[in-house]
C-alpha cells in the first residue's frame, strides 16, 4: 500500500514561492527584478530539479575525496569531487551569484545587488546548503579582493573570482581557523615570512572549507616581527595549484558533505598581502559579517524546504481516517512554521538592504554599528530556526522522517552547521555586548525599530527599550548572562516589526 | 599545538556519576543495590571504554548489513553485524538487563526489578543507544510472554529471551508498523490465516526493529474474519530461524545504526497466538509504555553524556587566554544543564517506582491512569531534552563538534529518534486528551503533586491545578492546539517537586 | 625520490598505434579508412584521456547500483551509474560504433562495417573493457533485429538501438543464462504465456548484464507448449522501462565492475516474439558467435593496453644502474608480447573480414563453417592471452604492478572474465568436435591457410592436416582430452599465417 | 532451481588432506608427527571454518585501514584490524606457528620444525594467505634475532616475537624497499644516525608489510659513513610502538587485503643495530630465502584450495544432462591439477628439508648452495602454479567463479601477489646464473637428483644434465634469455623425481 495518496513535489524553488518573489519586488528596482525574477525561474527549476538530484548524491555516496599521494607515492593533495558536483559547480557560478555582485551583467549593461545575489542563494540552499558554503566563501574572497587588495593582484585574480563562464573560474575560502585557537582568531600563530615582494606561509590551518577546490585561498597570517593578538595578523591570498602546501585530511563532517573542510598544512606557500600589513583582522571580521549574512540565508533556506517538505508529506499522507493536514494540531504546526518563515525572510531581506548601504559606503557609523548589531542577532536566531524547522519536518514524517531516502536528516544535518559555522551564540553574544557598551547599539536598535514601526507596536518597541536600558547598566558578567535570551527577544521584535510593515 | 590542554574523558559511566548512585540508593533496598552497585561499576566501565569503541566502529564503518541472498542466489535475509557488537551483545545480555527483571539473580536468589534495568540501560545507552534498542524490544518481548502466552510456548520460548549465557540467546523485536499506517496501527492488514494450532503470516511490516537479529519477533496481524480497526488485531509470536519471511532492505537511518530496522515481508511465516484474539492492541499497547519508559531512560543516557562530553571539552579547551569553562556564559550552560539533567533523572526514577508497581499488579485503577500520564509526558520531555542536550554539546565543542570524528555528532543522530520513535509529540498529546477527558487524569496528576510536595511549591501547583482545569473544559481542537506546551509545562513541575523532596 | 626518472603515458591509443593504423588501411576501401582514421584519432584521445580517468573511477570506487526501493518502499529496480559513465555512454554511442553497422554515416552517405567498429571497441576497451562489454551487446541487439524482426518492431526499436545522437538511445541486451543451467542453455525454463499478439514472461535469467541500463532486452524464454531442450526455446524483446521485472541483486563480479550484471526476475514482462517460434535458440547462438568476436576485440585491447604499460615503465624505471628496457630478459620480454599481440590482432582482424562476408549472406556454407571455427579457437586463444599479458605487465611493474592505483590489476580482473563469457575453452573445444566431426572443418581450415600461406609455411600446415586427420578418426571422448591443446596449436598457426602475409 | 544439487564444502584442511598426512608422517619423527597430527586437526578444522569466513569478511569489507590522525588532529598512524581479524591472529600464534621453531612445545618439551610449521602454513594459507604473509614475516624476523642479535637485544624483544599466549605477542616485519629502488636493495638511502648505543632512521620505505601491526621490524638502513651499495647497509631492530615514524598510506592492493602494506616514513626512529654493520643485506638475504620458503608454501596453499574448489563445484554442478564431474574434460583437468598439487608439495617439503639442516648448520657448503637453487626454481615454479590453479578454478566455475561471493576471485587476486613478493621471475633467474656461474650449482642440481632418482629416469637426467652443461658455457646476455624456461624445466624434473621416489 502507498505511503503517500499522492506524491508531491516542487518543481520550482522560485516560481512556487510567492512570497519572495513579492520581497523581492520590494528590494529591488523594475529593472533588475524584471531580470532577477526571470533568472530564479529557471535556477529554481534547476534547483529543484537535477541539483537537488546532486546533491543527494553528494551527501550519501558521492562525498569529496582526498587523493593524498599520486600512484609514484608523490603528495598531491587534491580533492576528488564527483562529476555532477563540478556540473553545480558551473552552473550556479555561470548565474553571476558571485559574479555580477561585482561586475555588470551583460544583458542590463549594470551590476546585481548583494540581494539579487541572495535570492540565488536561498533557492541554491534549498537543495544544497554544502555547496552555497563554497559560493559565500567566493563571495567574501571577492569582497576582500574587491575592497582591498593592490591593482597588481586584482587584475590577475579577481577577474577569476568573478568568473560567469568568461574565463577560468577560481573558487575561493577563507582560511581563520587553527587548531589551538578555534573562534579565539588572535591566537592565531601561522607565519609569514617575506621574499621580495611576495612571502611564504609555514604553519596549520584546521578548518579549511574548500580546500582543494579553491583556486585562492584569504589566510590570515603572522608577519615575523608582528605583535601578538589579532592586531599582528596581516591578510594574504595565497594561490592554492602548484603551491607549497599539503592537506593533512578531510574533516569527516555531520553534514554539509559537499564541501570539503581541511586541515591544511603550509610549508613555505607563496602568498601576497592583500591590503595594509596588520590590519588582515579587521579586513577578516568585514567579511565574517557578510558571511553571516549568507549563513542567515543559508538557515531561510533550509527552513523553507523544511516547511515546504512538511507541507507536502502532510497534504498527501492520511492516518486515522484522514490527512494529516486536516488534525488541528497539524494545522498549527505548519501556520507557526509559515508564519516564522515569512517573518524571519522579511528580516533579512530588509537587514541585508542596509547592508547594501554599508558596503556601498553610503552608511553613515551608525547605521554600520545597527548593521553589525542587526546581523548578530538575526545571524543567531534564523540558524537555531533552521534547526528547529528541520526537526518539525522530520517529526511530521514520523519514521520517515528519520530515514535518509528522505530529504530530512540531510536538513537537519546540514542545519546544525549554521549555528556553529561564522560564530557561536557565544560569540555573537560577546559581539552583541561589544556593540552596546562601546557603540551604545541598543539605542540604535529602539531608534530604528520605531522608524520603522511608524506608531506601531508602542507597548513592545518601549518594553524592549526598557529592558536594554537595564541591560546596558549591567556588569559584563551579568550581561554575558543575560545576553542571548535578550538577542532571541530582539530578533522577534524585530521581525515583527518589519513584518507587520510589508 | 594541542586542542585541548589536558584530555580528559570518562573512565567510567557509573563510578563517577555520584547523582545516580544516589538516586539508585533510594529507589533500591539494601541488599539488591548493593549487589547492583557492584555489577554496574564493572559495567560502567565496559560501557565508558570497549562498548564505546565498538559503538563508533558499528555507527561510522561496521553498520548491519543486510545479506538478501547467499551465493548460490538463494534469498537467506540474513543480517550481519560486526564481531564486536556480537560480543557487545553477549556481554550485556549477561548481566541480566533483561533476564533479572523476571528470573532470580543467582548471586542473591532474587529477581531484580525494573529500577536496577533501567540503570544499566542509562549506562548502557550513554555509549550506544543504538544497541539498547533491541535491549528493550528484549524487555518488551518478556514482558509480553510473561504476561499473556500460554504455558506452553511460554516453556518454549521464554527461557531464551531472559537468557543470560545459561542457555541460548533470543533477542525480541515488535513489529507494529505497516507502511500505509504509521501511528495509526488500527489500519494495519497484515493477515493471520489459522492453520491447526498455530498460524501464517502474509503481508509487510514497514518499521521492523531488531529483524534478523530477533530470535523471536511479537506481531499484530488481523485474523481473517476480523473486524477493522485494532480491536481486530491479535499479538503473535514468530520465531525467526528458518521462517517464511524475507527482508526486503534495512533502513538508511541518521542515527542508532546499530540496530537493523528492517521492511519485513510475511510470506506464510508459522506464528503463534499470543493471549486472546483481538485483545492484541491491548497488549501491545502495554509493551508500548514500557517501552516509552525504556525511551526516556535512553534520552537520559545520552543527555548524561552530552553534558560529561560539553563539561570536559570546556575544562580542557583554552580560548582568549581562558578555560572555556571559566567563562560566565559557558558556567551558566553547564549549570543549567546539569540541573535539568537531575531534575529530569529523578522525574524518570521516581514514575519507575510507580510503574513497578503497575508491573506488580499492585497499583490502583487511579494509579495505572497516573502512571500512563506521566509516561506520556516525560518520554515527549525527556526526548525533546536529549536533543537539545545534544545541540549544546556540539555548540561547547565549535567546530570540532560537528566532525563525526568526535561523539557528539552521534549524540543528535541517535537523540533524534527518541522524538519519533514510540509515538511522536502529537501522539502523546492525544493520549493526554484521552486521559483527561476519559479518566480525570488532570485531577490525579494535581493530587499526586500536592502529595509529593508536602505542601511546599504551593503557587506553582495552584496554578497547575486552574491551567488543567480550564484545559480539560475546552473543547477537542481547542484541547490538541493547547496540549503540547501543557505537557511541557506539567513536566517541568513534576521534574521540580521531586527534585526538591530529593 | 621517483619512481620514475620520466612518466610516459599514452595520449592517444589510435594515433600511437601505427600498426592498427596499417592493418585498417590493409582492410578498408580508401573512402571509409579515410572517415575512420578521422575518428579514431579523435577517439583514441579520448579514449587514453577522459574515458579513461572515468573507467578508474567507475571501477573503484563509482560501481552501478542498484536501487531496489524508492523512498517510499516500492520496488522500483533502477541502477544507477556515475554521471561521468553516462557521459562515456553518450559519447561512445555517439561515434555510430553500434549504428554505423547498420546505417549511414552522414557525412559520407553510406554504412560503415563491423571492421570499422571493431576498430573502435579496440580502442576503447583499452580503457573500458567493462563498458566495452554494453557495447557489443547493444550490437548483438541490433544484429538480432535487423536480421529477424518484423517491421513492426524493427521500427519501434531498431533506431533507438541503432541511437548515434539523434534519437533516444536504446541500449540492449542478451539475457541466456538461467541459474540451474549456466552454459547449458537448453535446460532454460523462463516461460513464455501468449496474450493476444504479445508475449508475458516468468522466471528468472541469472547473468543478466546491463539489466537496468538497457532500452530493450533480447531474452530466451519458452512458450507453453513447447518442447524440451533448445529446440523448444523462442527469443523474444522485452522492453525495459515500466515492464513487470525486477532486479534481484547485482553481482559482485572481479573485474568489468562498468557493466552491472543482475539476477533478473520476470514477473509477467511483455515481451514481443522475435522471428520464427522455436528458432530462438539458432538466433541467438549467431548473435552469440558475434558476441564471440567483441570478446577477441577487447581481448586484442587488454593485450595492448598491458603491452603498452609494460613498455613505458620499463622506459622510465632504474634498476641496478640501468634502465629497465635495457636488460636482455626485459627486451626478450616486451619482444615476445609485441610480436605476440600483432601476430593475433591481425589474425582477428583477417577474421572479422570473412564474418562481414558471412552475416551480408554472401559467403558459402563452407565459409560459414569456417568462421565459426576461426571464431572459436580465436576466442579462446585471445581470452587466454589477454589474461597473460595482464600477468605480464603486472610483474614488469613490480610490487606497483600489483597495486590499484596503477591500471595493471584491473587490466587483469578484466581480463579474467573474457575466458568465461561467452564459452568457457570447454565448450569451445564442444564446438569444434561439432564442426569437425559434423562438417569437416578441419579439412576447410588447412585449406583457408594452403591458400593464404600461398605456398610458404609448407611444413607446419602439413603437420598441421595430419594432425587434424588424426583428431578426426579419433572417439568423442579421446577428442574431448586432445581438443583444447589442439585449438591453441591451430591459432598459432593461422596466426603466423596470415602474419606472415602481411 | 538450485545452481548445485548439492553443497559441498570443506569441514577440515588437514583431515581430508591424505596426501599431507601421508608427506608430514614421512618427514617427521613419531613424536612429533602424533603432536602435529593432533593439533593441524583443530587447526584444520578452524581454518576451514571461522578463519576462512573471518578472511572473507577481512578481504571484502573488513580491510586494514589506516588512521592517521587521531580526533584532536594529532598524527598517529594507527592501523585499525576487524575484530575477527584479531581473534584469528591470537589463535594463530597461540599454535606456535612461530614460536615452536624456536623454543620448546610444553607438550612434548621439545622444539617444534620448519616441517610442522609449514604444514600449518600450507593449512592457513588456504584460508587466508594475505594473513599468512604476517606470520611469514614473523618468522623471518624470528629467524633473524635468533641468529644474528645480541643478548641484550634477544631478551627484549625475541620472547615477544615467539609469543604463543604467555606473553604480549610483538609481530614483526622485515622492511627492504625503497620507492627509488625496488627490487635493487642495494640503492636504499634510509639513513641511520648513530646516538650512543642505539641510532635514529630518517628515510622512507615504500611496501612496508604488516606496518602499524608489527611490534617490531627489521629494517635496512645505511649508516651515514657507509660505502653505497649492497654492502653499505646494515640491519636494524625497530621497535613500533611510540617510535618516530609515520605511516603515509596503506597500499590499496589486489588481493593479500589482510596485510596492511605500508608506505612508512621514518623521522628519526629509534633502531637498535643487528649483527655486525654493513652484514645487513647478507643477513636480509638468509631471511628472504626463508621468505621465498613461505612464498612457495603460500602458493601451495592456494594451489590445493583452488583445486578442491573446483573438484566440488564439478561434483554438485549438473550441465548437458550429466554431472560436470563426468565430462572427460572436466576429469582431465582435475586429474591434472591434483598430480601437480601432489608433485609440487612433495617437491616443497623435499626441499624444506634441506633447509632444516642448513638452518641447523649442519649442511655443507654444496648443500646450502642447492638449498638456494631449489629456493629460487621452486619459489617460482610454485608462485606461477598457483595463478594458473586459480583461473583454472574460476573457469570450472563458469559465471560463478568470477563473482565475488565465491572464494575464486580472491585466490586469484591474492595468487598474483606471489610471483611479485620476494623476487619476481626475473629477479630469481638472475640468482640462478649467480649461483651456477659462480658455485657450479648446475652440477649440484644433476648430482642431487641422480641420488634421489635411485638409477631411474635416467634418460631425462641425462638430458638435463647436457642442457645444463651447455647453459654454464653460455654468455650472461645468452644466459638470461634462456634462465626462465629452463628454471621451469628444472622444476618439474626435480618434482618427477621426488613424486616417483615417495
Known amino acids: ?199 611564504h606561509l609555514y604553519g596549520e590551518k584546521y578548518f579549511a572549507s574548500n580546500a582543494g577546490m579553491c583556486g585562492v585561498a584569504m589566510v590570515l597570517a603572522r608577519m615575523e616581527d608582528a605583535p601578538e593578538g589579532s592586531r599582528g595578523l596581516s591578510l594574504f591570498l595565497v594561490p592554492w595549484e602548484g603551491n607549497n602546501l599539503r592537506i593533512r585530511r578531510l574533516k569527516d563532517k555531520l553534514g554539509v558533505r559537499a564541501v570539503p573542510s581541511a586541515e591544511v598544512e603550509f610549508t613555505g606557500a607563496k602568498a601576497y598581502l592583500v591590503g595594509e600589513a596588520d590590519r588582515g583582522f579587521y579586513y577578516m571580521m568585514e567579511a565574517l559579517n557578510l558571511s553571516r549574512i549568507c549563513n542567515a540565508v543559508a538557515s531561510l533556506g533550509i527552513m523553507r524546504r523544511s516547511y515546504t517538505e512538511a507541507l507536502h508529506y502532510a497534504e498527501g499522507r492520511n492516518a486515522f481516517g484522514r490527512r494529516l493536514v486536516d488534525f488541528p494540531m497539524i494545522q498549527q504546526s505548519l501556520r507557526e512554521l509559515r508564519v516564522k518563515l515569512e517573518k524571519e525572510t522579511t528580516a533579512v531581506f530588509d537587514m541585508i538592504q542596509l547592508y547594501e548601504k554599508v558596503t556601498e559606503s553610503e552608511a553613515t557609523k551608525e547605521e554600520e554599528v545597527l548593521n553589525r548589531l542587526l546581523i548578530a542577532i538575526m545571524k543567531k536566531e534564523s540558524a537555531e530556526q533552521s534547526i528547529d524547522f528541520a526537526h518539525e519536518a522530520i517529526e511530521m514524517h514520523g519514521g520517515n ?74 556588569q559584563q558578567v551579568e550581561q554575558e548572562l543575560e545576553a542571548k535570551s535578550l538577542m532571541k527577544d530582539m530578533a522577534w521584535l524585530y521581525e515583527d516589526v518589519v513584518y507587520e510593515q510589508l
Not at 575592497?147 to 573560474?169: I, N, S, W
Not at 530515514?403 to 557565544?426: C, H, K, S, Y
Not at 559581539?431 to 552596546?436: A, G, Q
Open 1 to 199: 500500500m502507498k505511503v503517500l495518496q499522492e506524491k508531491i513535489r516542487q518543481e520550482n524553488f522560485y516560481e512556487e514561492d510567492e512570497f519572495l518573489q513579492r520581497l523581492l519586488k520590494q528590494y529591488m528596482d523594475t529593472e533588475l527584478f524584471s531580470y532577477a525574477d526571470k533568472q530564479l525561474k529557471n535556477f529554481g527549476q534547476r534547483a529543484a530539479g537535477p541539483i537537488d538530484e546532486r546533491a543527494r548524491h553528494t551527501d550519501r555516496d558521492g562525498q569529496p575525496r582526498l587523493e593524498q599521494y599520486n600512484k609514484f607515492g608523490e603528495e598531491v593533495s587534491r580533492v576528488w569531487v564527483n562529476e555532477g558536483y563540478r556540473q553545480t559547480v558551473k552552473e550556479t557560478y555561470e548565474t553571476g551569484i558571485v559574479g555580477y555582485v561585482h561586475k555588470d551583467i551583460p544583458e542590463i549593461a549594470r551590476k546585481g545587488s548583494y540581494t539579487y545575489s541572495f535570492a540565488q542563494g536561498y533557492v541554491l540552499s534549498q537543495a544544497e546548503p554544502g555547496f552555497y558554503c563554497p559560493v559565500t566563501l567566493t563571495m567574501a574572497t571577492a569582497y576582500l579582493l574587491d575592497h582591498y587588495a593592490d591593482e597588481d593582484l586584482k587584475e590577475a585574480f579577481l577577474p577569476h573570482v568573478l568568473a560567469t563562464g568568461d574565463t577560468e573560474l577560481y573558487e575561493g575560502a577563507t582560511f581563520l581557523t587553527e587548531r589551538q585557537g578555534g573562534s579565539d582568531v588572535g591566537a592565531n600563530v601561522v607565519e609569514a615570512v617575506q621574499d621580495g615582494d611576495h612571502y
Open 401 to 474: 522522517g528519520y530515514i535518509e531516502d528522505f530529504v530530512t536528516p540531510r536538513l537537519l544535518r546540514d542545519a546544525q552547521v549554521l549555528t556553529v559555522w561564522e560564530g557561536t551564540a557565544n560569540i555573537l553574544a560577546l559581539e552583541l555586548l561589544r556593540l552596546v557598551n562601546k557603540y551604545e547599539a541598543h539605542t540604535l536598535f529602539v531608534g530604528m525599530l520605531r522608524e520603522k514601526a511608524e506608531g506601531s507596536m508602542k507597548t513592545q518597541i518601549d518594553a524592549m527599550e526598557e529592558r536594554l536600558l537595564n541591560f546596558s547598566n549591567l
